[in-house]
């Protein structure tokens, strides 16, 4: 005797379901984000040496400091 839950067609998947595509470009774009931010990173960096490289070949300054006559806070 047959259930009345029962049919005599029924859908069963074969396999396991494949990963959403949402998952592979969330991915893409996480991938890409970090390589984008690693880039501006390295630009930011070389540039930033260029500029204290530039700073300590002008950093000659004869005239900075304390001059020899000044009395200060002697007294």
């Known amino acids: 005797m047959t259930n009345s839950l029962d049919s005599s067609v029924s859908y069963k998947p074969e396999g396991k379901p494949r990963p959403s595509a949402g998952w592979l470009k969330v991915g ?3 991938a890409a984000s970090a390589l984008a931010g690693g880039m501006v990173a390295a630009w930011w960096y070389r540039k ?3 500029r ?3 700073a300590e070949e002008d950093g000659h300054d004869p005239h900075f400091g304390i001059p020899g006559d000044d ?3 002697e007294g």
């Open 28 to 30: 893409a774009v996480a």
């Open 48 to 50: 930033t040496l260029a």
């Open 52 to 54: 204290l490289r530039e």
């Open 71 to 73: 009395p200060g806070d």
